[in-house]
């Protein structure tokens, strides 16, 4: 990757900051806008920005995570919707054995160079700091994972990812490239704990529909999502244009890190070797 030029837009300059003014969250005008955000969270489980970065950033952006695409780790496998082990003593129709196929690429972070434009964006303080405010998180950090602090999804071809929950509270994307056709995000909000869970989920992998909402996440949209209380899933891709969506994440706690055993799973090794970055 080339280093980035001068001329070129910094952290600041790629968010719309005239729509969403989330540099100065202290002012009168910013404290408005992170509070109705806020409220927009609580009330729904996600927090959607659409055209939260520039034009000139999405292009930017764009060709950045085109250019080392090529270095995903692809991940396909099974799972259930709530993403745990297969349990044998539990009857072939029990909800937690109905299987979902997954196929996404991530590149990760080690393998996306200190001077590009995305990671100016995720290490850029007042971004992290109105996603805190969001979440209400009175402390809160950029994770510490050498492979997982700030991803790239990667779907390709067939590329998909199966009805399931999230295991961590939330997650923090940004879109930059959709596909030729499919590779859409639907979602049955906020079911998480009610009594009625397990029969709206047997409901969805049956292909009931009724309750399923698809999110409109065009390109350039910053989206917030509280995944563990919400049932989703990304569609099958189809075509030759990769479904690109940078994951940004974080945490209440310093120095957070994923495990060796998630970081193998998601991207093939520890992260604890010494690799050369690009």
């Known amino acids: 990757m080339s280093s980035v030029d001068k001329a070129t837009p910094t952290a600041a300059e790629m ?10 969250l202290d002012s009168a005008e910013g404290a408005k806008f992170a509070g109705q955000c806020r409220q927009q969270y ?10 939260f970065i520039t034009t000139d950033a999405q ?4 060709d950045e995570a085109n250019s080392i695409s090529g270095k995903a780790y692809f991940c396909k496998n099974t799972h259930n919707a709530y993403l745990t ?6 009857p072939p129709d029990d909800i937690a054995r109905r299987q979902q196929q997954t196929y996404v690429g991530s590149v990760p972070y080690d393998q996306i160079a200190e001077d590009t434009h995305l990671r100016q964006l995720y290490q850029w303080d007042p971004l992290k700091d109105f996603i805190g405010y969001v979440l209400g998180k009175s402390e809160f950090y950029r994770f510490a994972d050498p492979l997982g602090a700030c991803s790239i999804n990667v779907f390709v071809e067939g590329g998909q990812h199966g009805w399931h929950f999230d295991e961590s509270e939330f997650t923090v994307t940004l879109k930059l490239q959709a596909p030729e056709a499919g590779g859409a995000f639907e979602y049955v909000p906020q079911i ?18 009724s309750q399923v909402i698809e999110l409109p996440f065009s390109t350039g949209t910053l989206l917030i999502f509280g995944g563990n209380q919400t049932l989703h899933r990304v569609t099958r891709v189809k075509g030759k244009r990769p ?30 070797e010494s690799e050369a970055r690009t």
């Open 15 to 24: 968010v719309n900051l005239a729509r969403y003014p989330i540099a100065d």
């Open 85 to 90: 082990e297969d349990d044998p003593t539990l």
């Open 243 to 272: 479904r690109l969506v940078p994951v940004l994440c974080f945490a209440e706690q310093k120095d957070l890190k994923n495990s060796e055993t998630v970081r193998k799973l998601f991207w093939g090794r520890s992260g604890n």
């Open 59 to 62: 292009r930017i952006l764009t």
């Open 192 to 209: 998480r704990g009610n009594a009625d869970e397990k029969k709206i989920v047997t409901r969805v992998l049956d292909g009931d529909r």
């Open 42 to 51: 609580l009330q729904t489980g996600l927090c959607i920005l659409n055209d």
